[in-house]
C-alpha cells in the first residue's frame, strides 16, 4: 500500500526539500504551510505533493487540515513538524515580544500539530510524529535568545512524548539539523561551518526517519558531534570558546 505522510513547512527549505524526496519515493505527500502558491507549485510539478495550507498558529484551523489531509489519505504513516521562524537580526536586541512570537510558531505552532495527530494515532496504535529541532537547541547561543529556547523546549518535548507514545507503540523522532542553506539562515550574518544544502537534509531525514531505531536524527556528523561536546562542557569553557567566536566575527 502507498504510504503517506504529512509535512509542514514545506513551502520553502528543509521542508520542502523533505516533500520533494518522499514524493520521489513513491509516497503521497501532504504539505502545508502559509503560502498557498508555493504549495500550488509543488503540486503542479509533483503530482504526489498535496497542497494543505495552513497557519501552525491557529489550532482550530490545524486540527481541520488534519482531518482534511486523513478525508484525503484515509491514513497517515509518519508526521513530519518542520515548522519554524528565526530572525537572528530582531534578537540583537531582547524583546519579549520577538520570543513569544518565535514560540508561538516554532513550540505551540509545533505542539498544535502534535495535538492535531495525537488521538489519529494513539488509537491506530501506530505512527510515527518527527519533530524538527536544531543543535541550536542543545545550549543558549548569542542573538538567539528566543530561537534557541524555541528549539531546547522542542527538543525537551520530543523526549517526554517519546516515553508516551511508545505505550500506543507510536514513534517519537527528533531531527536537529546543523547548517543548511535555506531562506532562514540565508538571514545569518556570520560564517556557518559545514553549511549543507536542503537536498542533503533531506536525504539524511528520509534515512533517519526509515531506520527502525534512531530517536534522533543529526546531520552532518562533523558538525553536530562537535555541537555535542558544548552541550556536556562545563559553562566556563562554553562561555570562555563561544565569547571568543564572537570576538572573531
Ligand atoms: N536551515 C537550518 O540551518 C536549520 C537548522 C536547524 C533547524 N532548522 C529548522 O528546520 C525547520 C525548517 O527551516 P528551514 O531552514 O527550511 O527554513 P525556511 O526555508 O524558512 O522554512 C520554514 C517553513 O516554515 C513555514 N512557516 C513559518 N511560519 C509558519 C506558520 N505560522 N504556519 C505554517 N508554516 C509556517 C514556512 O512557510 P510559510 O512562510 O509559507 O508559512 C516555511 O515553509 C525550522 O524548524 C528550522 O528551525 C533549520
Redesign the pocket.
Same mark, same amino acid.
Given at each position: 500500500m502507498t504510504k503517506k505522510i504529512w509535512i509542514?513547512?514545506? @513551502?520553502?527549505?528543509?521542508?520542502?526539500a523533505l516533500a520533494i524526496k518522499f514524493s520521489k519515493e513513491g509516497w503521497q505527500v501532504a504539505a502545508?504551510?502559509?503560502?498557498e502558491n508555493?504549495l500550488n507549485d509543488l503540486n503542479k510539478n509533483n503530482t504526489n505533493i498535496h497542497s494543505f495550507p495552513?497557519?501552525?498558529?491557529d489550532e482550530k484551523s490545524v486540527k481541520n487540515i488534519f482531518q482534511n489531509v486523513i478525508k484525503k489519505f484515509e491514513t497517515l504513516d509518519i508526521c513530519v513538524f518542520?515548522?519554524?521562524?528565526?530572525d537572528p537580526e530582531a534578537e540583537k536586541k531582547l524583546s519579549s515580544e520577538k520570543i513569544r512570537e518565535i514560540m508561538e510558531?516554532?513550540f505551540f505552532?509545533t505542539l498544535n500539530c502534535i495535538m492535531a495527530v495525537n488521538s489519529f494515532f494513539r488509537e491506530k496504535k501506530s505512527g510515527h510524529i518527527a519533530i524538527?529541532s @536544531?543543535?541550536?537547541g542543545y545550549r543558549g547561543l548569542p542573538a538567539a535568545s528566543g530561537y534557541c529556547a524555541s528549539?531546547a523546549a522542542l527538543t525537551s518535548l520530543a523526549e517526554s512524548l517519546y516515553f508516551d507514545f511508545k505505550r500506543r507503540n507510536v514513534k517519537v523522532s527528533l531531527i536537529s539539523?546543523?547548517?543548511?542553506k535555506?531562506?532562514?539562515?540565508d538571514k545569518n550574518r556570520f560564517p556557518m561551518p559545514m553549511i549543507k544544502s536542503?537536498e542533503y537534509a533531506a536525504e539524511k531525514i528520509f534515512i533517519g526517519l526509515l531506520k527502525k531505531s534512531a530517536f534522533e536524527i543529526h546531520f552532518p556528523k562533523s558538525f553536530t558531534m562537535f555541537v555535542k561536546l558544548l552541550k556536556i562542557m562545563p559553562n566556563w569553557l562554553f562561555f570562555w570558546l563561544v565569547g571568543k567566536g564572537i570576538k572573531r566575527f
Open positions: 509542514t513547512g514545506a @513551502s520553502s527549505g528543509i521542508g520542502r502545508s504551510a502559509r503560502r508555493l495552513l497557519d501552525v498558529k518542520a515548522t519554524g521562524i528565526h510558531t516554532n505552532g524538527v @536544531s543543535v541550536a528549539k539539523p546543523g547548517f543548511i535555506t531562506p532562514l539562515t536542503p
